[in-house]
């Protein structure tokens, strides 16, 4: 349907189809006219920006930054029995979308809302991130890490068998 336009009109359908498609808010959206052709050529600028974030790669360091900043400003969620999931770190793995692993204590501590809130957080801080999806990738402790930082002082009740100095 052809609606009426006045100075609001651009808003709210930008309002509009935020709100319908919340799943690709970070896409841009460029009205045009087949009839007339009219801002058909700002097409070629849009899809020459999504390419370049789509390839975007940032430096371990600045990730790592935004995400304690992420952090800082809002902790992970705990759950009703008291576990509270735990960030270590994260980095870029790869391009085309760019994924970025982030190393947790339990990746299932981290609720959908949080991976929206690190999401726009890192859409936010970050330059070049605004026509791509991405990718993140919650990974858990792996179970030899977790032996291994047991093991290092030894298991109670070993008699003292573990080794907490690198001296003899």
Not at 12 to 40: C, D, H, M, N
Not at 94 to 120: A, E, M, W
Not at 141 to 161: C, E, H, L, T
Request: a positive charge; proline letters at 7%.
């Amino acid at each position: 349907a052809v609606v009426d336009k006045d100075e609001t009109t651009y808003d709210k359908s930008v309002k509009y189809f935020r709100s319908e498609l919340p799943q690709v808010r970070w896409a841009p959206i460029l009205f045009i006219s087949a009839a007339t052709g009219q801002r058909v050529g700002k097409i070629y600028g849009a899809i020459d920006e999504a390419l370049k974030a789509h390839r975007k790669i940032i430096s371990t360091a600045i990730l790592n930054e935004v995400l304690r900043d992420a952090i800082l400003w809002q902790p992970p969620p705990a759950k009703r029995n008291g576990a509270q999931a735990k960030i270590y770190y994260c980095n870029q793995v790869s391009t085309r979308p760019p994924t970025i692993v982030v190393f947790v204590n339990d990746p299932k501590l981290i609720n959908d809302n949080y991976r929206r809130y690190l999401d726009r957080k890192f859409r936010e801080s970050l330059d070049g991130f605004e026509a791509t999806p991405i990718r993140w990738i919650f990974r858990g402790r792996r179970a030899r890490d977790i032996r291994r930082a047991r093991n290092m002082n030894g298991d109670p009740g070993d008699g003292g068998s573990g080794v907490s100095t690198p001296f003899p």
